[in-house]
């Protein structure tokens, strides 16, 4: 029975995906009950936006009883997992699934499946570019989507969709743990610890990463960070083809990127060579484009583009297109987003950075002096390399929230003969303040925070947003 085709269906959680998934569902004839620890006056929009459908609504807690006649039960990302209601579920043995499992098994045309620590919105992005850059040429391809975790969930518009499309889809571990379907092509950019709050440990974490590949089959193609050992570590696990990218050519060519032993095929890979982006594949090298037609930041940009070339390579995505979605893309908002120039100081707003490893990225984009905003909430990740980076880097530190004593504690610790200086602030806007008078010409203020927003903010788009509104009213 396709996971669609449930009578009784319960959903847990009100946000995007839990809104966009009682509406296709219900639309399809299916009983859905939308539950949420929220009050009504919290969700009017979402309840508005579902207004006519046959939903019943469970708001305020998680009882038990809604479990009742329920054969299906999906958990909205942001929901932990170790829920009670959750929990007797599972005790039931009723089958969980989610609204992007859901559209896997409904879309009509192939699914492209993007999941990493870091990057995985850009690279979505990018890939996206690259396929609306392809739709409507002789290649037959007709229309390009995106969505998943960024942006609207593709359930939403599963219906308009053709078999001559292409669907691109980011996925989160939490949306990955639950799901035993994979999409045709599934790339992996990489493994780098993050939302081990959540998970519990690396172990848990990668396992939940590696859901994208596990339900593959021979036909199917796996892509591949190979500078990631997380990510490459997975070779064993792809059960179709493999496609690659890396910063340097593979040393020994492509046959030899696997041990002798492994069968595995390996279609192509795409690296720098020289000046430019290349795309190596059956013993021919092709000129995707020019280093200096990339407008983004950063090594982790960079690595980016290539795994954006990867994988519309694997999709048979032509060059032309490559060429053509890469040039003039300047970034996602949030993301190493240039907000304004004040006084010779440039301000951006890496607000995504919610885990140290990102935040180190982020400084390491920029060779001017930083004054960097760091702080949030910890996810129980290890901060001693984004301490270390600091003392490297970074000429004035300004911390905030939660985590602000712990990450001045730290850096100080390290900091040795650093001379310079950490100011630490009950929240970003007093941060923003602080930035602004420490800052000198010449200098970049970086807002990177290494942490979540969840103690000041209901996400990091919402800290981005206000953090560019503070910036844009300072005198």
């Not at 949420?36 to 708001?59: M, T, Y």
């Not at 990127?257 to 594949?281: F, K, M, N």
């Not at 290539?306 to 060429?323: D, F, K, Q, Y």
């Not at 100081?345 to 607000?351: I, T």
Request: glycine share 10%.
């Amino acid at each position: 029975m396709r996971q669609d085709e449930f009578s009784q269906v319960l959903i847990v959680g009100a946000a995007r995906q839990g809104t966009a998934l009682a509406r296709y569902l219900a639309r399809h004839g299916a009983n859905v009950v939308l539950n949420d620890r929220r009050k009504p006056s919290q969700l009017r929009e979402a309840r508005s936006s579902l207004a006519g459908l046959p939903i019943g609504w469970v708001l305020g807690a998680h009882p038990v009883r809604i479990l009742d006649g329920a054969d299906l039960i999906c958990p909205s990302g942001g929901v932990a997992l170790e829920l009670p209601l959750l929990e007797e579920a599972r005790r039931r043995g009723i089958p969980f699934s989610n609204d992007s499992q859901i559209f896997l098994d409904r879309a009509p045309c192939p699914v492209i499946g993007v999941t990493g620590s870091a990057g995985k919105t850009t690279t979505t992005t990018l890939i996206g570019r690259i396929a609306q850059a392809a739709a409507g040429n002789s290649g037959g391809l007709r229309a390009a989507w995106v969505g998943g975790n960024i942006g609207n969930p593709l359930i939403d518009v599963v219906d308009e969709m053709k078999e001559s499309d292409l669907a691109v889809l980011e996925l989160s571990s939490f949306q990955l743990d639950l799901m035993d379907r994979s999409p045709q092509i599934a790339a992996i950019l990489n493994i780098t610890p993050n939302h081990l709050d959540r998970h519990g440990s690396m172990a848990a974490y990668t396992a939940a990463k590696a859901n994208i590949l596990k339900f593959q089959g021979p036909e199917d193609i796996a892509v591949l960070g190979r500078d990631d050992p997380g990510a490459f570590g997975l070779a064993s696990s792809v059960n179709g083809s493999l496609a690659t990218f890396g910063l340097e050519a593979p040393p020994q060519g492509l046959a030899a990127l696997l041990p002798d032993s492994s069968a595995l095929p390996v279609l192509l890979d795409v690296h720098i060579q020289g000046d430019a982006v290349v795309l190596e594949s059956r013993g021919r090298i092709t000129e995707v484009l020019r280093l200096d037609e990339i407008d983004l930041r950063g090594d982790h940009n960079l690595l980016n583009v290539l795994a954006a070339c990867a994988i519309a390579a694997a999709a048979g995505l032509p060059v032309e297109a490559m060429r053509a979605g890469v040039r003039g893309f300047r970034g996602v908002e949030h993301r190493l987003e240039f907000v304004r120039s004040r006084q010779g100081v440039d301000w951006y707003n890496d607000s995504i950075a919610t885990a140290p490893e990102r935040a180190i990225a982020g400084m390491r984009s920029f060779d001017e002096p930083l004054v960097l905003l760091a702080g949030g909430r910890d996810k129980d990740l290890p901060w001693d390399d984004f301490c270390t980076e600091v003392t490297r880097r970074v000429r004035h530190l300004v911390v905030f929230g939660e985590t602000a004593a712990m990450i001045a504690e730290n850096v100080r610790a390290r900091a040795g003969e650093w001379p310079e200086s950490i100011t630490i602030c009950s929240g970003l806007a007093k941060a923003v303040e602080c930035a602004a008078a420490i800052a000198s010409p010449g200098e970049v203020v970086l807002l990177s925070p290494g942490g979540t927003s969840f103690d000041e903010f209901p996400d990091f788009a919402e800290r981005g947003a206000r953090f560019k509104t503070w910036v844009s009213e300072l005198n």
